[in-house]
């Protein structure tokens, strides 16, 4: 029993050496999805200030979010202009303030007001609620929420909205994977 522990974690040690960061979405007992803590460490796509909507949005402040992907997929789409199996976004929602230490017209980020994620999983987009970030599994979003329309008819590229991500826009139109008019 021993060994085999130590024979699955020299495995594991021995796929992360190989760059395998496994960093696919990962679901508790009851099919909701674990809080990937570490989503700071994946690539930073954009930032976004006013562009937040719903619940989270704040039109008197208007707040800041920050998209991550995970690396593997960023890597594959480089590759594809298309987004791979396992795929996982986190967006950030983060609240704006104004003259805080030496700034006096700029706006910049401070507290996490919402996370919010997205992944697809055998070829299908789910959304996730994180809270502001305090809960350690997150719950999908039923398919009529808002999040489903939105994203299928406006995103560029299947759900997402890479007319947004500027280091991946090229990428998608010289793949030609950008949908018409987005
Ligand atoms: C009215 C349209 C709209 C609705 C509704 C909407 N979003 Fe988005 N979403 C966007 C836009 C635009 C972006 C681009 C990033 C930005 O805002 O800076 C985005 C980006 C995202 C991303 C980053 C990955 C991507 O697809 O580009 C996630 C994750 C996300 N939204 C989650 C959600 C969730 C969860 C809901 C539902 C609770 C939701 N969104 C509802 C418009 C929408």
Known sequence: MALTRI????????????????????HGADGGLLYPSDYREWVFLSSGLGMTYGPAASPGNPRFDN??????????????????????????IRSATSE???????????????????????????????????????KAFGPKESCYACHGTNGAVDNTFVQFYPTLLPIAKAKGTLKAAK
Do not use: C
Request: charged share 15%; hydrophobic share 45%; no cysteine.
């Open 100 to 138: 805080g230490s030496i700034n006096k017209g700029g706006h910049f980020q401070t507290g996490l007001a919402a996370i919010e994620v997205e992944v697809k999983e055998k070829g299908v987009w789910t959304f996730y609620s994180f809270g502001s970030g305090d809960v350690a599994v997150g």
């Open 7 to 26: 024979g699955v974690f020299l495995l594991a040690v021995a796929g992360m050496a190989a760059g395998q960061v496994s960093d696919a979405p990962k």
């Open 67 to 92: 998209v991550f992907v995970t690396r593997a997929a960023y890597k594959g789409f480089l590759q594809s202009g298309t987004w791979p199996e396992g795929t996982m976004f986190v967006l950030e």
